[in-house]
């Protein structure tokens, strides 16, 4: 019997990490079937328990169980631990293991698929919610000149970058969108919600320096904030590489190998 992994949300049905994990099964050679699993929303640790019992031996989270997945791994890696959420599971030996590979995944798309090098630029977080906390850390240990979280209500991105002041040498920097006039920034990355809701951040035109790359965590549609980019001269990216680059970093730690992740890529966006 091929292996057992699954993806967990509510809703599930437009999530595109069974088509990636197969890609990566077939070009690695690995026996192993990946399904999208829904569970009710007062449910999630009862769907987790049977897909276990069922032989389950690892599983993708997503929205809104990343936090419920936290709170019910009995062991975390330091960097689940920094993201106070987890999106990776692994299953063994009456042990759960929880992992967040978001921000793995998020660096190795700038990094490997963009060429956007991060050591010594200033970075521009925008949101301060669950997607940008799970990128927090592995950003900072890019060790860029500044990393700013900025949000609509400034007390919670004053609150988030207190939680990471330790974590590094850089100290995070917090703003409201207010008080981003007059500022420039090399990379900006949007890690709200708005994405999904066409709605516009209020930022300053001159927020992206020249050369600057915008970063939407949204993919598969233009947001109103990549049209704000391309107005003021950005280079704008969507986040499916971060979809399948955090996906690659799941695989890796179920199986051991580490898929080529542009040839996937490629499927996805053709």
Known sequence: MPDRYAV???PILHSQSPRIHALFAVQTGQDMR???????????????????????????????FKEEAFRLATRLTSRAQAAGAVNTLSFADNTISGDNTDGAGLVTELKANLGCALLGKRILLLGAGGAA???????????????????RTEEKA???AREFSGNTQ?????????????????LVINATSTGLSDTALPLPPQLFAPGALAYEMVYGRATPFMQQARTAGARVADGLGMLVEQAAEAFFIWRGVRPATGPVLAVLRG
């Not at 906390?133 to 949000?151: D, H």
């Not at 920097?173 to 500022?183: M, T």
């Open 170 to 186: 850089l100290m995070p920097e917090a703003r409201g969108f207010a008080q981003l006039d007059g500022q420039a920034f090399d």
């Open 133 to 151: 906390r799970g990128v927090i850390l592995p950003l900072l240990q890019e060790q860029p000149a500044a990393l700013v979280i900025a949000n």
């Open 158 to 160: 004053v609150r988030l």
């Open 8 to 10: 967990f949300g509510n």
């Open 34 to 64: 990946y399904a999208a699993l829904l569970a009710p929303v007062d449910g999630f640790a009862a769907a987790v328990a049977a897909f276990v019992r069922d032989g389950g031996k690892g599983a993708n989270v997503t929205v809104p």
